[in-house]
Nanobody
Framework: QVQPVESGGGLVQAGGSLSVSCAAS????????MGWFRQAPGKEREFVAA????????YYADSVKGRFTISRDNAKNTVLLQMNSLKPEDTAVYYC?????????????????WGQGTQVTVSS
């Protein structure tokens, strides 16, 4: 199994950029699909981006497509979410998640392992 740990959140002005990183402990990281989700106050957790085990099939929510980029480094057991052109509505706690599998997954129920989350706040 993997244990994701997020880092890199913070405060940024609208239009700015920020990256959040996920370090996953455990063996066989390259056999895990990884995803990013977010949850704003009073809202349900929602899908942001996901990537398959080899990194060649990223998938994005429509709300972030063209602004966010997900990538992974299997040698370092890390997943990165680069966020550009940030908007106040991107403010949320961002969670990294993992599951075994060869595809790209975008439902919260698809994932077995979750991090504790990191806060991203975008000011207007």
């Amino acid at each position: 199994q993997v244990q994701p740990v997020e880092s890199g959140g913070g405060l940024v002005q609208a239009g700015g950029s920020l990256s959040v990183s996920c370090a996953a402990s455990g063996r066989a990281f390259s056999s895990y699909a990884m995803g990013w989700f977010r949850q704003a106050p009073g809202k349900e957790r929602e899908f942001v981006a996901a990537i398959n085990w080899s990194g060649d099939r990223p998938y994005y929510a429509d709300s972030v497509k063209g602004r966010f980029t997900i990538s992974r480094d299997n040698a370092k057991n890390t997943v990165l979410l680069q966020m550009n052109s940030l908007k106040p509505e991107d403010t949320a706690v961002y969670y990294c998640a993992g599951r075994r599998g060869s595809s790209t997954y975008y439902h919260t129920t698809d994932y077995d392992y979750w991090g504790q989350g990191t806060q991203v706040t975008v000011s207007s």
